[in-house]
């Protein structure tokens, strides 16, 4: 079963940045050929498509809301997928989840399309 595993948020200023980290586990399971998607969920709010990038890594897609800020980017030989997230806004507090699909559909990353998820990791915005 392949595990994914978000690590990274905390709190940070705005204006500032961040890094958060998508690992994945599992016996037998590799990343490289597979979409991940980051996700966000604010309090009182449905889970948001943030960025989305492809198995090898060359396309990538971001929110509107993000675009420009935020950077995805992969390391497969490190199992690992990263979102940094540059000068930070406090409508950027969430719970940032990232989640994967179960082949490489490119940088198409739906909702209801995703097959594994992980737990979240909280990033707060906030001076």
């Known amino acids: 079963q392949l595990q994914l595993v978000e690590s990274g948020g905390g709190l940070v200023q705005p204006g500032g940045s961040l890094r958060i980290s998508c690992a994945a586990s599992?016996?037998?399971?590799?990343?490289?050929?597979?979409?991940i998607g980051w996700f966000r969920q604010a309090p009182g709010n449905e889970h948001v498509g943030v960025s989305c990038?492809?198995?090898?890594?060359?396309?990538?897609n971001y929110a509107s809301s993000v675009k420009g800020r935020f950077t995805i980017s992969r390391d497969n030989s490190k199992k690992t997928v990263y979102l940094q997230m540059n000068s930070l806004k406090p409508e950027d507090t969430a719970v940032y989840y990232c989640?994967?699909?179960?082949?490489?559909?490119?940088?198409?990353?739906?909702?209801?399309?995703?097959?594994?998820w992980g737990n979240g990791t909280l990033v707060t915005v906030s001076s």
């Open positions: 989640a994967a699909r179960a082949g490489d559909y490119g940088n198409n990353c739906p909702r209801y399309g995703m097959d594994y």
């Open positions: 990038i492809s198995g090898s890594g060359g396309h990538t």
């Open positions: 599992g016996s037998g399971f590799t990343l490289d050929y597979r979409t």
